[in-house]
């Protein structure tokens, strides 16, 4: 079955490390984006993607890297320099730009991080 | 600021009785709208859509309806039933742009049996 695949799903940080959050999809989606979640702030968007080797930033961007290099994959980079990344990440697809609105997106599982 | 606004963070209903889930939106360019549903520790699923061409859409126990005077949509759920209970998010989107949805904060939804 196609669908996202977002792993870990749980991830513990030590205050100053890098982390990656790894998102791959099998949908031949051509767009990705990553989302974080916090308890009464909904989904803000941190990047996304529409084709491969093009990203752009969202709401939320400071603090965080990605790469898109396949278009089956979009990792996220949690850098030190994210002031609070204690979160729930959710990473999502979609068709290309025109087509997704009829079929909405497709998210992961997703990856809660938490800094200890 | 918020584009898009979920402003009932809970709603508890009985099994069988009608839900409602109501969403506000400031940004008139908004043309096409949303509702997922997600359970704990998952990922939101898409649950039904409209276009702002239309003022209602149905799809089974699900119907969602768009006031664009208003800046508001809603979506009914009838009959409610257990498996209902999640958090429900309402998204909004401009036709053309790259960024695609805008998300509220969601609403949970707890059905009583």
Partial sequence: DGGITQSPKYLFRKEGQNVTLSCEQNLNHDA????RQDPGQGLRLIYYSQIVNDFQKGDIAEGYSVSREKK?????TVTSAQKNPTAFYLCASSRALGRAL???????????LTVV | D???KQNSPSLSVQEGRISILN?????????????YKKYPAEGPTFLISISSIKDKNEDGRFTVFLNKSAKHLSLHI????PGDSAVYFCAASVS??????TFGSGTQL???P
């Fill in chain 2, 2 to 4: 918020q584009q898009v």
């Fill in chain 2, 23 to 35: 969403c506000d939106y400031t940004n008139s360019m908004f043309d096409y709208f949303l509702w």
């Fill in chain 2, 96 to 101: 053309g742009s790259a960024r695609q949805l």
């Fill in chain 2, 110 to 112: 707890t059905v009583l």
């Fill in chain 1, 32 to 35: 990705m984006y990553w989302y």
């Fill in chain 2, 78 to 81: 009838v009959p409610s039933q």
């Fill in chain 1, 72 to 76: 089956e994959s979009f990792p996220l």
């Fill in chain 1, 102 to 112: 009829n079929y909405g997106y497709t998210f992961g599982s997703g990856t809660r």
